[in-house]
C-alpha cells in the first residue's frame, strides 16, 4: 500500500480516552496535549454502543 501525502496543517496524535484507553487521532497540529484528549473524548462520547 502506497503511503499518502501528509495533509498540511494536520498530525496524528496519540489521546487518551476518559476510560484509560489510547487510541491515535488526525488533529490540527500545534494543539496541546490536553487539547488533543478532549477532542478524542468528544469523539469517544459520540460512538454508539
Not at 495533509?7 to 484509560?20: I, W
Request: net charge negative; glycine share 6%; aromatic share 2%.
Amino acid at each position: 500500500m502506497d503511503e499518502e501525502e501528509p495533509v498540511p496543517g494536520v498530525e496524528m496524535r496519540e489521546a487518551t480516552l476518559p476510560d484509560g484507553t489510547t487510541m491515535t487521532i488526525a488533529c490540527r497540529a500545534g494543539l496541546s496535549q490536553d487539547e488533543v484528549d478532549l477532542l478524542a473524548a468528544r469523539v469517544w462520547t459520540d460512538i454508539p454502543e
